[in-house]
């Protein structure tokens, strides 16, 4: 019979021994070691959200795993992160066996929300809602020969980014990129670009929320090997036109926030950086970028393949799960109707095209 222990710590407690076997067990079991699950990404989320924690789950004098997470009101759970973080779950030695509702239990959670959770976390597995398709870039084999893929597959797309690339350099001035771009001002300059982007879009701005500013700038400062913050930055005769902020493990580039200067969109410039992006993070040897959940023409016609995320929550009865569901399978469901009906889906995009115009137009 195992004996176990959990215990809930703030992120800022784990030690250096917690720290190195949770980069280990990463590195070990997971076939894509996706930054967002790394102690350096839930470390740097507990400093701005004072409800995060990690459930440290020991077994016969072991420790097993580790399960973070954020703590609300009523006991309402959530991953660590929800609302940005893409990849999602708990981290443990292979053969552990742990039940959801002890780590539920011990975290005094009475529910745990999540919306993408990893394929292989078979402990969750059962409280899924949802599946979704998240696109990603298979670089194993070298830039050449994802270029190789891109001609057959979007042929059209790689010509006509590169005649936009050409005609940038020729109006805007001589092109250069920054893989590592260090410059606390041009990442600002990203930021507002987003800002804008949401707004125009009708879609809520993420750094209108503080903690969201704060979590960018602690991870744009961050260099590990599990987990550092990396600019990318497109300029056209010295001026930022195109940037991207993500988060980059030794084999994996989680792309996160891109965006590119209004002035330049007739020139593509983010696809432009894309295809620099995706060719510098073959040389630094990144097997695999995560274009991350979501519909885009442009995901569909870079990436090479796609993984499996998942959404759902893990319930213990309760009026805090109670209030959870209600609050939340209405409109899970509202948005499932719609997602699998096209004509809907387009009549919602539009409307949140409208709301977004609607803003810009307001004094």
């Not at 001589?174 to 670009?193: G, H």
């Not at 497109?234 to 792309?255: D, E, I, W």
Request: some cysteine.
């Amino acid at each position: 019979m195992t004996f176990q222990r959990i215990d809930v710590i703030r992120p800022a407690e784990l030690t250096p021994a917690d720290l190195e076997l949770w980069s280990e067990l990463r590195a070990t079991t997971a076939p894509q070691a996706n930054p967002f699950m790394s102690p350096e990404f839930c470390r740097a989320v507990g400093r701005v959200r004072p409800g995060a924690r990690v459930a440290v789950v020991r077994q016969d004098g072991e420790t097993a795993g580790f399960f973070p997470f954020e703590r609300g009101r009523w006991g309402r759970g959530r991953a660590i992160g929800l609302g940005v973080s893409d990849c999602q779950g708990a981290v443990l030695r292979p053969g552990a066996v742990v039940e959801p509702h002890d780590l539920l239990r011990a975290g005094s959670l009475s529910v745990w929300e999540f919306n993408h959770l990893e394929s292989g976390q078979d402990l969750f597995l059962p409280f899924i809602t949802g599946r979704f398709a998240s696109p990603v870039i298979d670089l194993t084999d070298g830039y050449a020969d994802y270029e190789i893929q891109l001609r057959a597959g979007s042929r059209t797309f790689l010509k006509a980014t590169r005649a936009q690339e050409r005609r940038l350099a020729r109006q805007a001035g001589p092109l250069r990129f920054e893989f590592d771009e260090r410059s606390p001002a041009v990442l600002r300059t990203l930021m507002a670009w987003k800002s804008a982007q949401y707004r125009r879009t009708g879609r809520r701005d993420r750094f209108a929320q503080h903690w969201i500013n704060n979590l960018v700038t602690t991870l744009a400062t961050t260099r590990t090997p599990s987990c550092s913050g990396l600019l990318s930055v497109l300029y056209a005769g010295g001026r930022p036109v195109a940037a991207h902020f993500g988060l980059r493990s030794r084999t994996v580039l989680s792309c996160w926030f891109p965006a590119y200067d209004r002035d330049f969109a007739t020139f593509s410039p983010g696809r432009v950086l894309y295809l620099r992006m995706i060719e510098a993070a073959a040389a630094a040897g990144i097997d695999m970028l995560d274009l991350g959940r979501g519909d885009a023409p442009y995901k569909d016609s870079l990436k090479t393949r796609e993984l499996i995320v998942h959404e759902g929550a893990v319930l213990r009865a309760g009026a805090g799960a109670a209030l959870y569901w209600l609050s939340h399978e209405p409109p899970r469901a509202a948005r499932g109707f719609v997602r699998e009906r096209p004509h809907l889906k387009a009549a919602a995009l539009r409307t949140l095209a409208a709301v977004g115009r609607m803003r810009d137009r307001r004094p």
